[in-house]
Structure formats: structure tokens, C-alpha cells
């Protein structure tokens, strides 16, 4: 036999060798196609985007200084001297909001194909975490450059805080006196926040595995009413697999043209007792609740609209999937998803006002 014709059998034996060992080949058990659609592999991407993250803040750790006199020079640094800094804090911080994005598309494909049905209740719970902590790395994230958005953005979650009493305790300066504040959310940042998110996105997909993907509504509709039940084959998890990592690279590649383009801005020193700037684009559309009803809002609005959240798979106890036999829930959801985006909108547009009572 000729040493080329020997070749594939070579790879074929690297491959059995490899296989035997890692199990690689258990990845390509069966997926539904309508799995591999954008729709269905939007929660992919988000995991892909997490470790994006997950590498470039490891590389900004190396340079960062969490103390309130050192922080924002040190960001400075990493812009203007740090290996690859610019880069790796721009691709951070543009795969943070593109990550942001997926995930409330994930969550609205969920909510619009009533994927959190039984068996799935627990998943949206699940999610319903996950979602909470996204949120809380993008506000422990935005404290950490240490500007002025950043120094108010602290001043409000404070004296939001301080209104819970000794429930508050976490963002109260008293708590651990010995470690300011800023460092303390930063160890939030890197590791308290990223290992829950961990333990919740390990459960979050081992109940898909549990459960499969979703069917398609129409199908899964039709099997409620005695209908043929949905073939779930047609592709395989590697091949979804695959194509999540292509997602994953464009979302890469975007946020390196995004860098490149827009870096992320540094705003000035952090100027005690003014109040000049808004939070960033998902925490808007609270804002203006804050304008109307001062500070408290902040924690009244978050917790109905997670409440709410939390309770849609018990609300919407109908068998069916497809948004039509659902229009009650859906209108719902349209509504505060209008009211939402409009009330970011507003929040954008108008001046900032004045809500810290001890200043920022
Ligand atoms: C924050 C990061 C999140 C990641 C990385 C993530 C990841 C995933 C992945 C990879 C899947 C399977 C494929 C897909 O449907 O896209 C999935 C399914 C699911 N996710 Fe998420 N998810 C996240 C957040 C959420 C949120 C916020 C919710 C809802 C509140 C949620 C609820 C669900 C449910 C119910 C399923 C099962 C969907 C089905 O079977 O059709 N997830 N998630």
C-alpha cells in the first residue's frame, strides 16, 4: 500500500485512539434541524459570547487596579500601554453589549414559541438567574472604569440599598470597612458573579439535554391534540455545535470592527455630588421611574418585572404553543416590551436629573 493511500486510515486510527478516550463521538447524537435555525441557537451564541468574555477579562485582570485612587488610571493604562489592551477592552466591552442583546432575543424566542412550558418551567427559572446575573455583570462591569458614570452608577445602587435597611448590608461601606466598596464589587465581577452564572448555565443545559430542544409550535401543537408526535432528528448536536461556533466567531469578528471603530469611551475623573450622566442602555428604561419616583424605584420596577417574569409559565397554563392560540400572553408581552423600549427612548432623550440625596 502507498504511504498516501495509508494516510486516511492513519487520521481514522488518530481519530478511534482520541474517541476512545474523550467520548468525542457521544456529541453527535440527534438534534431537531429547526435546532440549527438562528432562532433556536441564539442561546449558543450567548454562551459563546460569555467566552469571549471570559478571555479577554482574564487578560484585562493582569493590568487592573481595583482601588478607588488607582482604577481609572489603570484602565488608562491598559487603553495606552498594556499588550493588546485597547483591543481586548474594546472587544470586552462590545461582546458585553452584543451579549446583553442575545440574550433577551434567546429570552424572547423562548417566550414567543412558549418554550417554557412544562416540562421547562424550571429551565426559565433557570434562565430568569442567568438573566439577573448578565445584568449584574453589566452594572459591576460599568462601576469598574471608575469615571463619572461609573462613580454614580455606584452612588445610586448605594442609596437604593440604604432604602432596604440591613437587607442592603452587600453595598453598605460599613459592611467590610476594610475593603473599599469598588473592590469588593470587582471580586463580584470576577468571581462571585461568574461562578453562579456557571452553576446556573450547567443546569441551564443540562435540563436541554434532559429535554430536547422545543419542538416547533405548530408540531408540538398538533401532537397536544393527538396529531404525530415531532420527529426529533434530522441533524446532530456536533453540527449545531459547529455552526455555534460560527455565530460565535462573527460576533468576534463584529466586535473587533466595533473596536476598532468605536472604542469604548473612558469618561473624566469622578466629580463627588454631580449628577451628569445615564446608565448604560438595558438599565434606561428604569430610569425614568427614578425621575418620576425617586430613588426606591429602582428596586420596585427590577422586582416587578422579574416577579413577572418568574410567573409566566405558571400564568399561561394553556397546553398550546403557537403564538396565535396564546394571544393573550403574547399582547401582554408585546405591550412591556413596546413600553420598555420606549421608555429607554424617553430616558435617552431627556436631560439628566438630579436623584442622590448624599450626592453621587
Ligand atoms: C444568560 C445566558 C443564557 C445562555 C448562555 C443560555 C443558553 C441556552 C442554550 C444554549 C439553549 C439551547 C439552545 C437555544 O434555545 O438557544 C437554551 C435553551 C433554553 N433557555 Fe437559555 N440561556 C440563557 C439565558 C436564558 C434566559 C434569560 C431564559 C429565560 C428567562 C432562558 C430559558 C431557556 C429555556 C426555557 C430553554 C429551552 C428552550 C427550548 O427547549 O426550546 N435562557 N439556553
Do not use: C
Not at 14 to 34: F, M
Not at 61 to 77: G, I, K, M, N
Amino acid at each position: 500500500m502507498s504511504a498516501r493511500s495509508a494516510q486516511p486510515g492513519v487520521w481514522r486510527r488518530v481519530w478511534a485512539a482520541v474517541d476512545e478516550r474523550l467520548g468525542l463521538s457521544g456529541l453527535a447524537y440527534p438534534v431537531p434541524t429547526h435546532a440549527n435555525g438562528i432562532g433556536y441557537i441564539l442561546g449558543g451564541i450567548t454562551f459563546f459570547g460569555f467566552v469571549i468574555l471570559a478571555a479577554t477579562g482574564i487578560w484585562l485582570t493582569q493590568f487592573y487596579h481595583a482601588t478607588p485612587e488607582a482604577a481609572r488610571q489603570s484602565v488608562l493604562y491598559i487603553e495606552r500601554v498594556a499588550p493588546l489592551g485597547d483591543i481586548a477592552r474594546g472587544v470586552h466591552f462590545w461582546t458585553a453589549n452584543i451579549v446583553m442583546a442575545t440574550v433577551l432575543l434567546h429570552l424572547g424566542r423562548i417566550f414567543a414559541t412558549g418554550s417554557y412550558k412544562r416540562p421547562r418551567e424550571a429551565n426559565w427559572l433557570i434562565g430568569v438567574g442567568l438573566l439577573a446575573t448578565t445584568l449584574g455583570m453589566m452594572f459591576t462591569g460599568t462601576v469598574l472604569k471608575w469615571d463619572q458614570e461609573a462613580y454614580e452608577a455606584l452612588g445610586h445602587a448605594e442609596e437604593a440599598s440604604g432604602l432596604l435597611g440591613a437587607l442592603g448590608f452587600w453595598f453598605s461601606g460599613e459592611f467590610a470597612a476594610t475593603l473599599p466598596l469598588l473592590g469588593r464589587l470587582y471580586i463580584a465581577h470576577i468571581i462571585i458573579l461568574p461562578a453562579l452564572g456557571t452553576m446556573l448555565l450547567v443546569a441551564h443545559f443540562l435540563l436541554v439535554k434532559r429535554h430536547g430542544i422545543s419542538a416547533r409550535p405548530a408540531a408540538a401543537d398538533s401532537a397536544v391534540e393527538g396529531g404525530p408526535v415531532p420527529n426529533p432528528g434530522g441533524s446532530t448536536f456536533s453540527a449545531h455545535g459547529i455552526r455555534m461556533v460560527g455565530f460565535g466567531l462573527v460576533v468576534l469578528a463584529v466586535s473587533i470592527g466595533l473596536t476598532l471603530i468605536w472604542p469604548p469611551a473612558l469618561g473624566p475623573q469622578p466629580v463627588p455630588g454631580e449628577e451628569v450622566t445615564k446608565p448604560p442602555w438595558m438599565f434606561l428604561p428604569i430610569y425614568p421611574f427614578e425621575d418620576w419616583f425617586g430613588l426606591e424605584a429602582l428596586l420596585w420596577v427590577p422586582a416587578f418585572l422579574f416577579a413577572g417574569l418568574a410567573l409566566v409559565p405558571f400564568v399561561d397554563r394553556s397546553p398550546y404553543r403557537s403564538p396565535g392560540r396564546r394571544w393573550a400572553v403574547i399582547s401582554v408581552g408585546v405591550v412591556v416590551t413596546i413600553a420598555l423600549v420606549l421608555l429607554g427612548v424617553l430616558a435617552a432623550i431627556t436631560t439628566p436629573q438630579t436623584h442622590l440625596t448624599g450626592g453621587a
